[in-house]
Each structure stands twice: as structure tokens, then as C-alpha cells.
């Protein structure tokens, strides 16, 4: 895991977050709502992905010593 991972996370919080105040601002209440569901379904994305990577490497070693 690179650390550039982490900070990609930390970015599309603080995009989504401040879209979303500025929608809400606006009475945009149910687009803010879309925004923030469409971010959390990007980072699960990342997320899904890491995972997956990590269940790889533990495979290889678990073939390794198996």
C-alpha cells in the first residue's frame, strides 16, 4: 500500500464535502445527497480494489509456504 493511496481518499473527502456544503447552501439538498453517495461509491471503489490486492499477496505467500 502507497501512501498516495491515503491521500487520493483524503482529496475526494474534501471535494465531495465541499461540494456538498455548497450545494446544501444553494437548497440543493437532494443533488448534495447524490454528490456524497457518488463519492462514497468512488472510495469503496479504492478501497474493494486494496482489498483484493491484499487477498493476491496473501494467496502468493500462503502457495509460498503451502
Known amino acids: ?12 473527502g474534501i471535494l465531495i464535502t465541499v461540494i456538498c456544503q455548497i450545494l446544501k447552501k444553494s437548497d440543493r439538498d437532494d443533488i448534495a445527497t447524490l454528490v456524497a453517495l457518488a463519492g462514497l ?17 496473501l494467496k502468493g505467500i500462503i ?3 503451502g
Request: hydrophobic share 65%; charged share 10%; net charge negative.
Open 1 to 12: 500500500m502507497d501512501i498516495s493511496v491515503i491521500f487520493k481518499i483524503a482529496a475526494i
Open 41 to 57: 461509491i468512488i472510495v469503496l471503489s479504492f478501497v474493494v480494489n486494496m482489498v483484493g490486492d491484499l487477498f493476491e499477496s
Open 63 to 65: 502457495n509460498l509456504y
